[in-house]
C-alpha cells in the first residue's frame, strides 16, 4: 500500500515569508507525527497527534510554528517569518496507534531552504 | 537533558563483514529502543527494535544487543552489502511520553566493495 507522502519535496524561500508543508500519513494510521532533521544530524521531535486527542506541542521550537491535522488524515506544519536558522528537512512520520512500541513510518520528507 | 549519541560519525567496512555501530544514552528509565535506516534523499526506515526487559533481540541479518547497565545499544549487521551503505540512527522511547523518539546524531555506514 502507500507510504506517508509529503508535499512539496524541496522548498525554497525568502527569510520572513510564510511556508506551508503537507503531510499525508498512510491511511487508518491514528497517530502523526513531526520532526526536523538539520543537516548531518539526528531528528527532532516537533508535534505528535494521535485521534482526536489534544496534540503535544512540545518539540515546537518557537511560537512561529504551529501545525494542523483534520481528522485522521492530512496535516500541515506551517513556519511564519521563516528565517535562515529553519533551513533543514521537514519529516512527517504515522503509525496505527501512537504506543511507544508502534512502529513510525516515515515521509521522505520536505527540504527547506530559507535564503 | 537527555541525549542518545553515537560514538563514531563514520564507520567504513568490507563487504562481507559483519559491522556494528554503537550508541549510548543517557536516560535510565528509558524503556523502548529502536534503529532505523536512512538513505541518501529519504525518510528513516525501521530496522529493529528491542525493549529495555530485554538484552538481545534478532532480524534477519541484524542484532540489536542492549546493556541497561552501562547505558550502551548496539547494532550488528551481518555480511554487510553495498545495499546496507546508509546513515544508521538509535533513538529511545521515554517511558513519561511514550510516542516521543528521541535520535541520536547517526552514524554513516559505508561499505567498500
Known amino acids: 500500500g502507500a507510504g506517508v507522502s509529503q508535499s512539496p519535496s524541496n522548498k525554497v524561500t525568502e527569510k520572513g515569508k510564510d511556508v506551508e508543508l503537507r503531510c499525508d500519513p498512510i491511511?487508518?494510521?491514528?497517530?502523526l507525527y513531526w520532526y526536523r532533521q538539520r543537516l548531518g544530524q539526528g531528528l527532532e521531535f516537533l508535534i505528535y497527534f494521535q485521534g482526536n486527542s489534544a496534540p503535544d506541542k512540545s518539540g515546537l521550537p518557537s511560537d512561529r510554528f504551529s501545525a494542523e491535522r483534520t481528522g485522521e488524515s492530512v496535516s500541515t506544519l506551517t513556519i511564519q517569518r521563516t528565517q535562515q536558522e529553519d533551513s533543514a528537512v521537514y519529516l512527517c512520520a504515522s503509525s496505527f496507534f501512537g504506543s511507544s512500541t508502534d512502529t513510525q513510518y516515515f515521509g521522505p520528507g520536505t527540504r527547506l531552504t530559507v535564503l | 537533558g537527555e541525549s542518545v549519541g553515537l560514538h563514531l560519525p563514520t564507520l567504513s567496512v568490507q563487504e562481507g563483514d559483519n559491522s556494528i555501530i554503537n550508541c549510548a544514552y543517557s536516560?535510565?528509565?528509558?524503556?523502548?529502543f529502536i534503529w532505523y535506516k536512512q538513505e541518501s534523499g529519504k525518510g528513516p526506515q525501521f530496522i529493529i527494535d528491542i525493549r529495555s526487559n530485554m538484552d538481545k533481540r534478532q532480524g534477519q541479518r541484524v542484532t540489536v544487543l542492549l546493556n541497561k547497565t552501562v547505558k550502551h545499544l548496539s547494532l550488528q549487521i551481518a555480511a554487510t552489502q553495498p545495499g546496507d551503505s546508509a546513515v544508521y540512527f538509535c533513538?529511545?522511547?521515554?517511558?513519561?511520553?511514550?510516542?516521543?523518539?528521541?535520535f541520536g546524531s547517526g552514524t554513516r555506514l559505508l561499505v567498500r566493495p
Open positions: 533513538a529511545d522511547s521515554p517511558m513519561d511520553s511514550s510516542y516521543k523518539l528521541i
Open positions: 536516560n535510565s528509565a528509558s524503556d523502548y
Open positions: 491511511s487508518g494510521h491514528t497517530a
